[in-house]
């Protein structure tokens, strides 16, 4: 497993940008698939986007897909969610998450995932 801490959360206004970062403390995240959880109040945590380890496939829920990005550095040591257009209804605790390395499944399951952060808070006022 890999300790995650993302962060660039906040409060922005509804049709404005934010930019979560995700990185793991002292290691690169090369081999591993990566991916972007949110749970709001009284919601399960459910799937917002993701990268396969080898970069070659981007994965996205349908209600953020045209408005959000995933990606990663060159040198594989940050992982980031570029949300624009924001909305209200993405209000929510961001997690980041790891897979085991060189994973080959699905990412939409929170059960694929073996390494998460502590969330960060992105509020979208109306």
């Known amino acids: 497993q890999v300790q995650l801490v993302e962060s660039g959360g906040g409060l922005v206004q509804a049709g404005g940008s934010l930019r979560l970062s995700c990185a793991a403390s002292?290691?690169?995240?090369?081999?591993?698939?990566m991916g972007w959880f949110r749970q709001a109040p009284g919601k399960e945590r459910e799937f917002v986007a993701a990268i396969t380890w080898n970069d070659d496939m981007t994965y996205y829920t349908d209600s953020v897909k045209g408005r959000f990005t995933i990606s990663r550095d060159n040198a594989k040591i940050t992982v980031y969610l570029q949300m624009n257009s924001l909305k209200p209804e993405d209000t929510a605790v961001y997690y980041c998450?790891?897979?085991?390395?060189?994973?080959?499944?699905?990412?939409?399951?929170?059960?694929?995932?073996?390494?998460w952060g502590q969330g960060t808070q992105v509020t979208v006022s109306s």
């Open positions: 998450a790891a897979t085991r390395p060189y994973y080959g499944g699905s990412y939409y399951a929170t059960s694929n995932f073996i390494s």
């Open positions: 002292g290691r690169t995240l090369r081999t591993y698939g």
